[in-house]
């Protein structure tokens, strides 16, 4: 009997240490992140940093040769047009009274005057292309009630409407400083008369601001003898802003006028809006900070928020940019961690009854965070989230959780 017990004994102890054994070299599950593949809004963008600048800037020069006496105002001083006193030319007898110094007077007269014919072509054309945009607005408007008319169609034609506006004001910005650059010629050929009897010494030019703004940098501050045409002030008007945004010419070819943008990290709480208005047609060579040479595509901006919801950005700040180049509001997508290659295809692993199925998938337009889907996936199905080497087809997964960590 004592044999026997001791038997089945040996057995049993036999049977453990062969069950512990297969226990701790069974294959476990590898643990793993998973996701779900389902249909959300996708944008695709081009994303760079830029910065803003004044859009129209003046720079005002001396219409005459004389003294100039100092100028007293500070870069961010307010001006007022037609009224603002920018500086005092005192100009010299003989130099007023030289034939060739009236010679130059009358030539910049009709350089000013074709300069204006030039700026009211441009305020009539942007005038009707502001005018074209709203019909079309309107027109919207009412389809849109109906529900004749897409949505997007609608925000399309209200952001190609609010460019146009900002077109407008820089005609119509445009047509007054040609209108003042006539009016210091004229100004200046009448004190270059010999009729002008006034006494050499005691004569003035007062040279008053051309627009409303403020001073963005003084020159010539001393006083000094001056040339016709040495520059003394730029001014603008620093809530008129644009952004410059230089990106790659392989991500430029795909930016369109018109094209919707936001403008992030620029010190404010939310995003700011903005619509591509020009596509520079030339590229420039740009040494990146790797030492690489890029070819560079400046991409101007419009800003459409107001100046109350952005009081804080000024002149030459950074901002991040972000440039709509493709977007839809209901796409299969995946996260582009869950993609790899497989030789010249994408795959992913699909979890299927906690198992890792390869499959293979096509893909259409993606961006940093997440990629279309045209063919290979189904909405709802697990994907597994950045697949380690220990994940294959076939092998048996888990998904980690709070207590694997």
């Known amino acids: 009997m004592s044999g026997l017990l001791r038997a089945v004994t040996y057995t049993v102890l036999i049977a453990a240490v062969a069950g512990g054994l297969a226990w701790s070299f069974w294959p476990k599950p590898v643990l793993v992140e998973v996701t779900e593949v389902a249909r959300a809004p ?27 006496r100092r100028i007293e105002l500070d870069p961010g001083d307010p001006v007022t047009a037609g009224t603002t006193l920018l500086a005092i030319i005192e100009p010299q007898e003989p130099e007023l009274l030289d034939p060739r110094a009236r010679a130059q007077a009358e030539a910049r007269i009709k350089a000013a005057e074709a300069a204006l014919s030039r700026v009211e072509s441009a305020v009539e054309r942007a005038s009707a292309e502001l005018a074209f945009a709203g019909s079309v ?52 050929l009448l004190s270059s008369s010999p009729a002008d009897s006034t006494p050499a010494g005691t004569a003035s030019f007062p040279i008053t601001a051309p627009i409303s703004g403020q001073v963005l940098r003084v020159l010539q501050r001393s006083t000094t003898m001056v040339r016709a045409g040495t520059e003394l002030l730029e001014i603008g008007d620093a809530t008129d802003l644009e952004v410059e945004v230089d990106l790659l010419s392989s991500d430029a070819v795909a930016v369109r006028p018109g094209a919707k943008a936001e403008l992030e990290q620029w010190g404010g709480d939310k995003p700011l809006e903005a619509v591509v208005r020009l596509v520079e047609p030339s590229a420039f060579t740009k040494v990146s900070a790797l030492g690489v040479e890029e070819q ?92 380690s080497d220990q994940v294959r087809d076939g092998v048996s997964v888990r998904q980690r959780n709070i207590a694997d960590l």
């Open 296 to 387: 560079r595509v400046n991409v101007i901006l419009d800003l459409l928020a107001t100046p109350q919801q952005r009081p804080s950005l000024k002149d030459g700040f950074r901002v991040e940019a972000r440039i709509v180049l493709w977007e839809e509001n209901d796409v299969l997508q995946t996260p582009t961690g869950t993609l790899f290659r497989r030789g010249d295809d994408w795959a992913v692993f699909v979890v299927a009854d906690e198992v890792a199925r390869l499959r293979t998938v096509q893909i259409g337009r993606r961006n940093s965070l997440a990629a279309q889907i045209l063919d290979g996936l189904q909405p709802g199905e697990q994907v597994i989230l950045h697949p």
């Open 137 to 188: 607005v309107a027109r919207l408007r009412e389809l849109a009630t109906s529900k004749a008319a897409a949505v997007e169609r609608l925000e399309e034609a209200e952001m190609l409407q609010r460019a146009r506006s900002q077109d407008h004001r820089s005609a119509l910005f445009a047509r007054d400083i040609a209108r003042f650059e006539l009016e210091l010629a004229r100004a200046a």
């Open 42 to 68: 996708l944008r695709v963008t081009a994303d760079e940093d830029g910065k803003t600048r004044i859009r129209e800037r003046y720079v005002v020069a001396a219409p005459l040769a004389g003294r100039l």
